[in-house]
């Protein structure tokens, strides 16, 4: 099992552009997280979803973010127009069951510089 | 409001020195906490939860509710220990992890 995979792990894009990241979890993992890390700052929650729904967006900006994870395929976030205040690490982490929501594996992670 | 709060951003001890690593947390009600650790060039993994108390590689934390704190000892660090480590905790019927800002621990020789 290769684990939590995301990609790219870097990312540059000039203000204005769209950015997207992608995650794969781990085989048979149908639970997704998002947590973005700004510098010098924890790991901050933005969005849960399960297959083909969202369950928690409450860490999400209100406006140019936008995550999916479609029956098919890995799991998307989506940042609109990037502005520099969005560059920061974003990790995404994947669970297997819904009753056990701290077993969260992670990926290493996707670096966007916003130029 | 949920929040960790992780007061020690850098933290270096020498090889066979006790090590206390502080957290402490906001919330009303009874979460769960834990320590996640990240080792140089390695993924963010779990390290131990306070439910399971357990004592994994040789460190412990002890909950307690009275300080709100959930600090994470070890009586004799290692050099492999040196990493960054995270306090965290998930509220009652939450599925999202809320993080401290992460501690740097440095083990020195």
């Known amino acids: 099992n290769a684990g939590v995979m995301q990609n790219p792990r870097h990312l540059v894009r000039r203000r204005g552009q769209e950015a997207r990241l992608r995650c794969s979890p781990m085989?048979?993992?149908?639970?997704v997280y998002w947590y973005r890390q700004l510098p010098e700052e924890g790991l901050k929650f933005m969005v849960y979803l399960q297959k083909e729904n969202i369950i928690d967006e409450s860490g999400m900006p209100k406006e140019r973010f936008s995550a999916e994870f479609p029956k098919e395929g890995p799991s998307i976030l989506r940042i609109q127009q990037v502005v520099r205040g969005d560059s920061a690490a974003y990790f995404c982490a994947s669970s297997p069951r819904r009753e056990l929501p701290y077993e969260q594996y992670f990926g290493p992670g996707t670096r966007l510089t916003v130029t | 409001a949920q929040r960790v709060t992780q007061p020690e951003k850098l933290l270096s001890v020498f090889k066979g020195a006790p090590v206390e690593l502080k957290c402490n947390y906001s919330y009303s009600g009874s979460p769960e906490l834990f320590w996640y650790v990240q080792y140089s060039r390695q993924r963010l993994q779990l390290l131990l939860r306070h439910i399971s108390r357990e004592s994994i590689k040789g460190f412990t934390a002890d909950l307690n509710k009275g300080e709100t704190s959930f600090h994470l000892k070890k009586p004799f660090a290692q050099e492999e220990d040196s990493a960054m480590y995270y306090c965290a905790l998930m509220g009652q019927g939450a599925q999202k992890l809320v993080f401290g800002q992460g501690t740097r621990l440095t083990i020195n020789p």
């Open positions: 085989k048979g993992h149908s639970h």
